[in-house]
């Protein structure tokens, strides 16, 4: 098993660009995170999924909108990138809810010019 | 309010010895979870331990304990018998209800030779 994969690993945008940043796992997880990390900030939450189809907000949601067609990828897109994105964003994802782990993937380092 | 504290940016600990690394958090949530994260220099998080709320007993994993002291809300993490692969950032994590995260700041441990 691979775990949980983020595509890109780095990426470098531009102000007002956007991008699509890809997870995936091959757990058949229900639940799936993206989070943000900044410097003396710890991680942050973005938006979460419970499910295929399902998607909600969590502590820092804007400017960053999410999908998750398919129950093993979850999409953060950045429809007009603003340098305050500049971060390293995980992804996670767990069984359930009560599960007492979250399983991260590797991260991807976004740097916005 | 913050939701999780971690008061200490940076500890030192002599090898074979034990460190803990304080962590406190804020909630109404009757039902909640406390997590410990490891993140070395590499950057990948690596779970370390998991409290309940309802959990009666500290939980223990390895040389990881975590001293929960509900009526004080606080988490401490304990690591017992330092080694040097133990230099790292740690991270205080809650699970409310809800399925909202939030993360403590981080300590940044190093172990001495």
């Known amino acids: 098993n691979a775990g949980v994969t983020q595509t890109p690993k780095f990426r470098v945008l531009k102000t007002g660009q956007s991008m699509t940043l890809l997870c995936a796992q091959d757990?058949?997880?229900?639940?799936m995170y993206w989070y943000r990390q900044d410097p003396g900030m710890g991680l942050r939450l973005i938006h979460y999924?419970?499910?295929?189809?399902?998607?909600a907000k969590g502590e820092v949601p804007d400017g960053y909108n999410v999908s998750r067609l398919k129950k093993q990828n979850f999409l953060l897109g950045l429809e007009s990138a603003a340098p305050s994105q500049t971060s390293v964003y995980f992804c996670?994802?767990?069984?359930?809810?009560?599960?007492?782990?979250?399983?991260f993937g590797p991260g991807t380092r976004l740097t916005v010019l | 309010a913050q939701k999780i504290t971690q008061t200490q940016p940076g500890m030192f600990v002599q090898e074979k010895e034990a460190v803990t690394l304080d962590c406190t958090y804020d909630?109404?949530?009757?039902?909640?979870?406390l997590f410990w994260y490891k993140q070395p220099s590499s950057g990948e998080m690596i779970f370390l331990i998991y409290?309940?709320?309802?959990?009666?007993q500290n939980a223990t994993e390895g040389r990881y304990s975590l001293n929960f002291q509900k009526a004080r809300k606080s988490a401490n993490l304990v690591i017992s018998a330092s080694q040097l692969g133990d230099s790292a950032m740690y991270f205080c994590?809650?699970?409310?209800?809800?399925?909202?995260?939030?993360f403590g700041t981080g300590t940044s441990l190093t172990v001495i030779p």
């Open positions: 996670a994802s767990s069984p359930d809810l009560y599960y007492n782990e979250q399983f």
């Open positions: 757990m058949n997880h229900e639940y």
């Open positions: 999924s419970v499910g295929e189809g399902t998607t």
């Open positions: 909630t109404s949530d009757p039902s909640y979870g």
């Open positions: 409290q309940g709320s309802y959990d009666q």
């Open positions: 994590a809650m699970r409310e209800t809800g399925n909202q995260f939030y």
